[in-house]
């Protein structure tokens, strides 16, 4: 359910694609000196967009530079930093922990339950600091869980216990955006966990996992039918995005909504059911 927010990167701006990168590898730099040199692993392009976001919400103080590091030891990046990206970070960990735990649970997976041993003080550190978050993180995890083992295939529910997570996720403090963020997320979460049932459908029937969407397994007309279920929860998604007041990195944020999102679907669906429209029409 992670791996969503991401950028097609064909389309931004050189400045754009600068930008993104550096909010990419400030993010790795922070998790290297906050949590040590293995947090690295946990990095996604999710919480990237995260400090986008925020970042263009509250416009922070940035620091910037250009460094060499073990992953590119030879040619130095450029990097930004500002507090949301220190935010970032702890959540990048307190999901990476609950998502070993989760794997753990799903698959009986040895190595998942290690990982989260790994983790688990880099959870703790999160907890302490942003309590909210990181309950909401556990509670809805716990609770999609529950609906995925006793095999309840509820598209909705499943999708809003996601959605509740990702709610508090980017609510970063209690004020005059809140209700715009958790609006905005609830319906992000959504969008991201039903796309992934969609595009993880045929895998999950054949390993017998759960996927809210069992019931169409093997039909011909599943982009299509899948499309018009997911379009109206991402409008709702855009609706909040657009009410919050951002310049900065907006261009980024708007190509990660409509059209990086909408990537692996894509990939799955246009492929299996011909020429359709594109991923960004609404």
């Not at 990206?85 to 999901?95: C, G, H, I, R, V």
């Not at 997570?165 to 970063?172: D, G, K, R």
């Not at 966990?193 to 759960?210: P, Q, R, S």
């Not at 944020?253 to 359709?276: D, H, I, M, T």
């Amino acid at each position: 359910m992670f791996g969503y927010l991401t950028a097609n990167t064909g389309d931004l701006t050189e400045e754009q694609y600068r930008r993104y990168r550096g909010s990419y590898c400030g993010l790795c730099r922070c998790l290297q000196e906050n949590y040590g040199q293995a947090a690295r692993l946990t990095l996604n392009y999710d919480m990237t967009f995260l400090i986008l976001l925020l970042g263009s919400l509250y416009e922070p103080e940035e620091r910037e530079g250009e460094e060499t590091c073990l992953i590119h030891p030879r040619e130095p990046h450029p990097w930004r930093r500002d507090r949301i990206t220190e935010y970032a970070a702890d959540m990048n960990m307190a999901l990476a922990y609950q998502k070993c735990l989760d794997d753990w649970r799903d698959d009986g997976n040895p190595a998942a339950l290690a990982a989260a041993g790994s983790l688990k003080r880099g959870w703790k550190k999160a907890e302490d600091r942003w309590p909210r978050q990181c309950r909401a993180i556990r509670e809805s995890l716990e609770a999609l869980d529950r609906l995925e083992t006793e095999r309840i295939e509820d598209p909705d529910g499943a999708a809003a216990c996601f959605g509740r997570m990702m709610a508090e996720i980017f609510v970063l403090e209690e004020d005059r955006w809140s209700d715009t963020l958790r609006q905005f997320g609830f319906a992000l979460g959504q969008f991201i966990y039903l796309v992934d049932a969609c595009v993880d459908l045929d895998k999950d029937a054949a390993l017998n996992h759960f996927n809210p969407f069992r019931r169409y397994y093997g039909r011909q007309d599943n982009g299509p039918r899948f499309r018009s279920f997911l379009k109206p929860i991402l409008s709702d998604c855009l609706i909040a995005f657009d009410r919050l007041p951002m310049v900065r990195d907006v261009g980024i944020l708007q190509n990660v909504l409509c059209a990086g999102l909408w990537a692996r679907f894509e990939q799955k669906y246009s492929e299996k059911g011909g020429p359709e429209s594109g991923p960004g029409s609404l």
